[in-house]
């Protein structure tokens, strides 16, 4: 069985699936008479232009025994996909290239402090991956009529494993 | 000086206003093959028709020393603003009814527990009151073309203050 090898998770490693949702190098701004710093437009919320509206979720989510194997990734052809955690345990997240599913686009990243990510329309993706733990999560994606749903079964299972430090 | 009641944050009670975010009282369901427990559509996110999108944000704010002065209120007229709290501290709203600005429909509420506030378009509020310790917060509100901002000076001051308990 093939092992999928286990990336930090960064802007510039994650920019072709979506965006990683973090504080660090974001600009904040103060506001309310100086008594709050506001960070804006984290990440860009797309619901499409057929009806979609956006829809806030939350989400806890069990530990995953490691190491896990991947057999299936689901993904959202009508709109983007935020998880943003409320702590900052370490969770991993498994995705592949937009489009015709391609195997080899797979790859596997593991958070590090607090960040989030925000799946661009149609990324595939695997169910996330908490580790240790479980966690909690603001989800930011989009509602509404049509099928924003669709799953794909690998051709052969991988193994992703979290090895500590990516 | 004129003294605003404080009231505990219910959704009944919030009614006029927008929603409480919170997970009392919603529905779970298990997702990703059981491991996970998602809560949909927790409040309505209005980001208007007029070129609006949502906007992803973060806020730290400081805590506010009690009692505390209201001598102003915004709104924003083009889009409703969710506030999430990352923690479960708790803070204190102050909000009136949209349109007009009417200082009789002025409201001061308390949270308890994780419970997050999604102002309905054009509600009138005050930045949000931190007590004893910061908090972060998840903003979800629309960004895009167009004024989304307007103040409102109160006539007379009010004081809000916390006694512990609402």
Redesign the interface.
């Known amino acids: 069985m093939n092992k999928l090898i286990v990336e930090a998770l960064t802007k510039d490693a994650f920019s072709p699936f979506g965006e990683v ?1 973090e ?1 660090d190098g ?1 600009r ?1 701004m103060l ?3 100086g ?9 860009r ?1 797309d ?1 499409g232009d057929e009806g979609g ?10 530990p ?1 025994a490691m190491p896990l194997r991947i057999s299936a990734l689901e993904c959202h052809p009508l709109g983007s996909q ?1 998880f ?1 955690p ?2 900052d345990l370490p969770f991993m997240i498994v995705v592949a290239a937009p489009g015709p599913f391609d195997q080899k686009t797979l790859r596997a990243f593991v958070t590090r402090g607090r960040q989030g990510v ?1 799946y661009r329309k149609g990324v595939w993706h695997h ?2 991956i908490c580790l240790g733990a479980g966690s909690e999560f ?3 994606d989009r ?1 509404g009529e049509g099928l924003n749903f669709t799953e794909v079964t690998l051709d052969q299972s991988l193994l992703v494993e979290h090895s500590g430090t990516p």
Chains 1, 2 share one sequence.
């Not at 008594?35 to 984290?42: E, K, P, Q, V, Y």
């Not at 509206?53 to 069990?62: G, K, M, V």
């Open positions: 949702i504080l974001a904040g506001v309310n008479a008594t709050a710093l506001s960070f804006r437009d984290l990440a919320v619901v509206r956006t829809s806030i979720n939350f989400l806890r989510a069990s995953q935020a943003l409320l702590g925000n169910a996330l603001i989800v930011i509602a």
